[in-house]
């Protein structure tokens, strides 16, 4: 009886497997069933991609700063160590996937046990009150212990990853949890309490994750933050967590999030909607009986039952984009009526309040083929109106288009160049090379005369004179340079022949300057014997007058003779004192006491002969003979006598008044 019941019921299933379609015939021809009805030319709405678990490789750089702030956190250097602390609040969002690498290596170390003592240690540190865990670690443990320095490096990714704060961030926190065991926990949830909202999205991954330990973990952090249901996980006001929280719900894959999902889904704010439709994608079928009953109330039209819960995410999301869209692609419709009309102006008219409502209306591309129409027509009638309808076509083109439009475009600058005056080739040669059918660009090589527009065999003439003319300047300028080196070659020759000349003169002047010293020596030769024989003369002279003087002196009275011996003493002095004054030397000078009772007589400079001089005295002996006497000549301005002879009468310094 059940082996009856077994083969009935295994024809009976053949039977249906065979009238049945195949599973992928049913998604090919899913998109051809009816469809309610929607504009022409919108498309099905496309079910997004969801994002990736897996890390990018890291940068090189980012691996290379990655570890040397680690290196600088286990600095013995204070200065340095509180640098990294600093900078590890700088971490830039792509270096997750370098910290992710860090955390393995450091994790295949081990040493879980001694490091779990080390934070025991350092949380039961005395006399420390600062919050900052890292910095109580560095202050407590020894740096240069193998298990502090990765216990160190182990809390600076921490603060790396919570400084980040992104998704992918939060998740490496939990992994670091995760590899590393309980003493690190503490740190764990303090870097995510700091993020905030920011954590729910990673929490509410890590409710599926395989560590039971860690799953319970997540739904207690979620507790404690009131979030545990999905309904308060979307209470947020942060746009960016809201969107990972509603990716995060997708990847519960659990139905109760369906309806949140759904409800985001065909919200205005455009990151928000890509987040929930990801979300749903990520549900897939869990969310298939919450799709047909949003279709449902959303059209008034119960889905098909071959529709798998693609067909009606696509449809449902492409109703949501109808009722958002409907205006737009009216307008859209009616632009394309008026250009068939050509309304031109109507055109560009309705094209322009879509893009003014949607930038990235899903058939902008479509609007640039339009856009062309109307500023090649409107060129000369509305020149602006034309410009700024090519820079619309050149945003939202494709490559022939947004060429076209470029084109337009430089050769409109062009034209308003050449109406001032200035031929700009560059432009027209560019807008040329964008569109060659380009009809402006031969309008202006038409109408504009430039040099540039000569034939190529003047142009190479033209080239070929400007460089002769610069070979001829060079030729030149080396002409000039080797004749001006040429006579400073010359000069430099005709001065060594002056220098020779010179000497020679030179010479010769030296030896007549010899000669006519020689002359000048006997010339004062004879000079001084002439002055020789005229002193002789006034000696006899004065001998004879002498002897007169005693003859006539019989006859004066004793006054007279006294009168006389004092002249002649001062006669003496002043002879004495002229030698000195004439030789200006001491050593000349007589020593002892003068003479007294001697009557001295002092003739001229023209007929005094010159003084004998001792070489041999010195001029302090000399000096010292002056002044062994303590007399001093008396007044040299007096008269002469009767017989013209200056006389020079001797004073005593001790008598003056």
């Given at each position: 009886?059940r082996?009856?019941r077994?083969?009935?019921?295994g024809?009976v299933l053949?039977l ?10 049913r998604e090919?021809?899913e ?11 919108m ?5 997004p991609?969801?994002?990736s678990?897996?890390l ?8 290379e ?7 600088e ?7 340095l160590?509180e ?5 590890l609040?700088e971490a830039k ?8 690498t ?6 295949e170390?081990g040493?879980?046990?001694e490091?779990g003592?080390?934070?025991q240690?350092?949380r039961?540190?005395?006399g420390i009150?600062d ?6 670690a560095?202050?407590t443990?020894?740096?240069?212990s193998?298990?502090a320095?990765?216990?160190l ?6 603060r ?11 998740r490496?926190?939990?992994r ?10 503490i740190d764990?949830q ?8 920011k954590?729910?999205?990673g929490?509410?991954e890590?409710?599926?994750h ?6 319970k ?18 209470r ?6 809201l969107?990972d929280?509603?990716v995060a ?5 659990n ?6 999902l ?7 704010r ?6 929930a439709?990801?979300?749903i994608?990520?549900?897939?079928e869990?969310?298939?009986w919450?799709?047909?009953?949003a ?7 119960r ?10 995410a696509?449809?449902l999301?492409?109703?949501?984009d ?6 737009l ?5 009616s632009a ?8 031109l102006?109507a055109?560009?008219r ?9 930038p990235l209306f899903?058939?902008?591309e479509k609007?640039?083929?339009l856009?062309l129409?109307f ?5 000369e009638?509305?020149?602006?109106a034309?410009?700024?309808?090519a ?5 939202i ?5 947004r060429?076209?439009?470029e084109?337009?475009?430089r050769?409109l ?7 001032e005056?200035?031929?700009d080739?560059g432009l027209?040669?560019?807008?040329l ?7 402006l660009v ?14 190529p065999?003047t ?8 460089a002769?003319?610069?070979?001829l ?8 340079t ?5 006579a400073?070659?010359?000069?430099a020759e ?7 000349s010179?000497?020679e003169?030179e010479r ?9 010293d020689e ?11 002439e002055?020789?024989?005229?002193d002789?003369?006034?000696?006899d002279?004065?001998s004879?007058?002498?002897?007169r ?9 004793g006054?007279d003779?006294?009168l006389?011996?004092?002249?002649s003493?001062?006669?003496g ?7 000195k004054a004439l030789d200006?030397d001491p ?6 006491d003068?003479?007294e009772n001697k009557e001295?007589?002092?003739?001229s400079d023209?007929?005094a002969p010159?003084p ?7 001029p302090?002996a000399a000096?010292g003979s ?8 008396g ?10 002879e ?12």
């Open positions: 009886m082996a009856r077994a083969e009935l019921f024809t053949s249906a497997l065979l009238v049945s379609p195949a599973w992928g015939d090919e021809k998109t051809t069933l009816e469809a309610p009805a929607r504009p022409a030319d498309p099905l709405a496309p079910l991609e969801p994002p678990l897996k990018p490789p890291p940068r090189p750089l980012a691996i700063a990655i570890d040397r702030l680690l290196g956190v286990v600095s013995p250097d204070p200065v160590r640098r990294a602390r600093r900078q609040l969002p792509d270096w997750v996937s370098g910290l992710a860090r955390i393995d290596k450091l994790a170390r040493g879980r046990k490091m003592e080390l934070v240690r350092v039961r540190t005395k009150e919050e900052d865990f890292l910095l109580r560095q202050e443990l020894d740096l240069k193998p298990h320095e990765r216990l490096q182990i809390l600076a990714i921490n790396m990853l919570g400084a980040i704060g992104s998704v992918e961030a939060v490496e926190l939990i670091v949890y995760a590899r590393f065991g309980d003493f690190i926990r764990v303090n870097q995510l309490d700091r993020l905030g909202d954590a729910l999205a929490l509410v890590a409710e599926q395989p560590a039971e330990m860690i799953r973990w997540a739904k207690r952090q979620l507790d404690l933050r009131g979030k545990a249901i999905a309904h308060a996980l979307v947020t006001d942060d746009p960016d967590a969107a929280i509603l719900l997708g990847r519960t894959r139905p109760d999030a369906s309806s949140i759904i409800g985001y889904a065909a919200i205005e455009l990151k928000l909607q890509l987040a439709r990801q979300g994608a990520l549900l897939g869990s969310a298939a919450a799709l047909r009953d279709y449902l109330s959303t059209t008034g039209k889905p098909p039952r071959e529709w798998t819960w693609k067909r009606l696509r449809e999301f492409t109703e949501y109808r009722l958002r869209l409907e205006r692609y009216s307008l859209y419709d394309k009526k008026a250009e068939t009309r050509g309304d102006v055109m560009k309705d094209l322009d309040d879509i893009l003014l409502d949607n899903e058939e902008r609007m640039a083929p856009y129409r500023a090649r027509e409107y060129l009638k509305d020149p602006e034309a410009k700024n309808a820079r619309r076509a050149a945003r083109g494709q490559d022939q288009d060429n076209a439009a084109s337009l475009l050769a600058e062009a034209r308003e160049l050449a109406a005056g200035i031929y080739r027209i040669d560019l807008a090379a964008l569109d060659p059918k380009n009809p031969k309008d202006l090589e038409s109408t504009t005369t430039s040099p540039v527009g000569l034939s065999w142009r190479y003439g033209l080239a070929g004179g400007v002769l003319v610069a070979l300047g060079l030729a030149t300028s080396l002409g000039v080797w004749r001006r080196k040429r400073a070659e010359r000069a005709e001065g060594l022949e002056d220098d020779e010179s000497d003169d010769s002047d030296d030896d007549e300057r010899s000669d006519e002359s000048s020596d006997d010339g004062e030769d004879e000079t001084l014997d002055r020789f024989d005229d002789e003369r006034s000696d002279e004065r004879d007058e002498d002897e003087s005693e003859a006539d002196g019989s006859s004066d009275d006054e003779k006294a006389d011996d004092e002249r003493e001062a006669d002095s002043s002879d004495d004192g002229e030698d200006d050593d000349d000078a007589p020593s002892g003068l003479p001295l007589t002092a003739h023209d007929d010159p004998e001089r001792d070489e041999n005295e010195t302090e000096e002056r002044g062994a006497d303590n007399t001093e000549l007044d040299p301005t007096s008269p002469p006598n009767e017989d013209g200056l006389v020079l009468t001797l004073k005593d310094p001790s008598k003056d008044d």
